[in-house]
């Protein structure tokens, strides 16, 4: 399954359609410039840089990886990151292990906001009666900390 966004292109590799209960691998494509901004997981993620420049920040620490490198988020790590160049990404993560946006208010206040979504496999279901979060509102938090990539 494919799925094409303005900066990146996603291809799985493994996931549920293909019987995986608990393990999620896809290739994505990115654009430069793209970038995620932090979040954290109640799970690891392993990034493999498979071609181009990919800055990763994790707990803090900023670091670029390039073709072969491998970035890894431990569980509840805060991470985040940005492509330098066009970039070509596997990662490997659990299904379901929900997803913590990290925002910086003007203030300086800095919060965690659970985000909840319906159709991919590594994000969590909302509540009975909750609402997902839109990716326009997703999009809102990580660019509070864009400048921390």
């Known amino acids: 399954m494919t799925s094409t966004e303005p900066t990146r292109t996603r291809h799985w590799l493994v996931g549920p359609e293909h019987r995986a209960e608990h393990l999620l691998i896809d290739r994505q494509t990115f654009r430069a410039g793209a970038r995620v901004g932090l979040h954290r997981h109640d799970g690891e993620e392993a990034h493999l840089v498979e071609q181009g420049e990919v800055r990763f920040v994790i707990d803090g620490e900023r670091r670029v990886y390039r073709d072969g490198e491998v970035a890894f988020a431990p569980n509840g790590s805060e991470h985040g990151f940005v ?5 070509t ?7 379901r292990l929900g997803s913590w946006a990290i925002v910086i208010d ?10 909840f979504r ?32």
């Open 83 to 87: 492509a330098l160049s066009e970039a």
């Open 106 to 115: 003007p203030d300086g206040t800095r919060r965690e906001i659970e985000i």
């Open 89 to 95: 990404v596997v990662t490997v993560r659990e299904q």
């Open 118 to 149: 319906n159709g991919p496999p590594w994000s969590k279901q909302p509540p009975d009666g909750e609402p997902t979060t839109p990716d326009t509102v997703v999009e809102s938090y990580y660019r509070t900390t864009k400048h921390l990539l």
